[in-house]
């Protein structure tokens, strides 16, 4: 049974890096849930890629 709660996981520590070099304004509009999809590398919402827009890189 799953538990509602903190995540057991630790965040990937690049991902971590990543986020915190983030403009201050940028980090304000992110919401737990996404920093957290982010953090720990799940599928990100869109409304978080809409905030990344000028920072993501396309891997293509």
Known sequence: MA???PR???PDPER???L???PLEIK???TGE???A???NEELPESLLE???DYLVDEE
């Open 8 to 10: 057991q996981e630790k």
């Open 34 to 36: 996404e920093a957290r």
């Open 20 to 22: 915190r070099s983030l």
């Open 3 to 5: 538990k509602n709660g």
């Open 38 to 40: 982010f953090l720990h």
């Open 28 to 30: 304000q509009q992110i």
């Open 16 to 18: 971590m890096a990543i």
């Open 51 to 53: 905030k990344l827009k």
